[in-house]
């Protein structure tokens, strides 16, 4: 590895994929909409590990009488539950960070700021849902954080397109860029060189 790409070093932060959100019995608006970016999400995942560069999942789980269950969400993700872990359709591996995250953010309460700096890693890419919620708030935060960020537009979703594609816009053209950045999945692993 060159000292240039050492120094934009990348992983893949994939946010809030758990079977709560995917059990057609809650009813949720988004998850048809999760289910439809998994494909792009594994194809992601592939292309990260061709690269060797970390493949992250970081989670909801919250505890049953949270400060954000006093608002119309109901109670989900719940700390040592199944619907708190990560779907099984995504190609996790064992040697991948699971990090379970008390609120929206990946950098709430987590310590995954020092994993980050212990990695040498410079930039996240994150995925997941939802785009307007914990997937911002993440990319946001990397950039408190001194870290590069970008969106991965294909492998997020929020509870209506039409939601996500008004959140992307808003940032699409930005005054931070090239340290915040909205891209596609194969926009990206152009951007990190080819795999192995």
Same mark, same amino acid.
């Given at each position: 590895?060159?000292?240039?790409?050492?120094?934009?070093?990348?992983?893949?932060?994939?946010?809030?994929?758990?079977?709560?959100?995917?059990?057609?019995? =809650? =009813?949720?608006?988004?998850?048809?909409?999760?289910?439809?970016?998994?494909?792009?999400?594994?194809?992601?995942?592939?292309?990260?590990?061709?690269? =060797?560069?970390?493949?992250?999942? $970081?989670?909801?789980?919250?505890?049953?009488?949270?400060?954000?269950?006093? $608002?119309?969400?109901?109670?989900?993700?719940?700390?040592?539950?199944?619907?708190?872990?990560?779907?099984?359709?995504?190609?996790?591996?064992?040697?991948?960070?699971?990090?379970?995250?008390?609120?929206?953010?990946?950098?709430? =309460?987590?310590?995954?700021?020092?994993?980050?700096?212990?990695?040498?890693?410079?930039?996240?890419?994150?995925?997941?849902?939802?785009?307007?919620?914990?997937?911002?708030?993440?990319?946001?935060?990397?950039?408190?954080?001194?870290?590069?960020?970008?969106?991965?537009?294909?492998?997020?979703?929020?509870?209506?397109?039409?939601?996500?594609?008004?959140?992307?816009?808003?940032?699409?053209?930005?005054?931070?860029?090239?340290?915040?950045?909205?891209? $596609?999945?194969?926009?990206?692993?152009?951007?990190?060189?080819?795999?192995?």
């Amino acid at each position: 590895m060159n000292r240039e790409r050492a120094l934009d070093k990348t992983a893949l932060v994939i946010i809030d994929m758990v079977k709560d959100y995917f059990r057609e019995e =809650n =009813n949720y608006p988004i998850t048809p909409l999760a289910r439809a970016i998994i494909k792009p999400i594994n194809h992601l995942i592939d292309g990260f590990r061709d690269r =060797n560069l970390p493949v992250i999942f $970081s989670t909801d789980a919250f505890n049953e009488d949270d400060f954000i269950f006093k $608002s119309r969400m109901h109670p989900h993700a719940l700390v040592g539950t199944e619907g708190a872990e990560i779907v099984a359709d995504l190609k996790r591996q064992d040697e991948d960070l699971w990090l379970p995250k008390p609120r929206f953010s990946a950098f709430f =309460n987590t310590g995954f700021a020092e994993i980050l700096k212990e990695q040498q890693i410079s930039r996240i890419a994150v995925a997941g849902i939802a785009t307007n919620f914990c997937v911002l708030t993440t990319a946001m935060d990397a950039l408190c954080h001194d870290l590069q960020a970008v969106i991965v537009d294909d492998c997020s979703a929020a509870f209506s397109p039409e939601v996500h594609e008004q959140c992307l816009a808003a940032y699409r053209r930005n005054p931070l860029y090239p340290l915040f950045q909205i891209m $596609s999945a194969e926009e990206l692993l152009t951007m990190l060189g080819p795999g192995r």
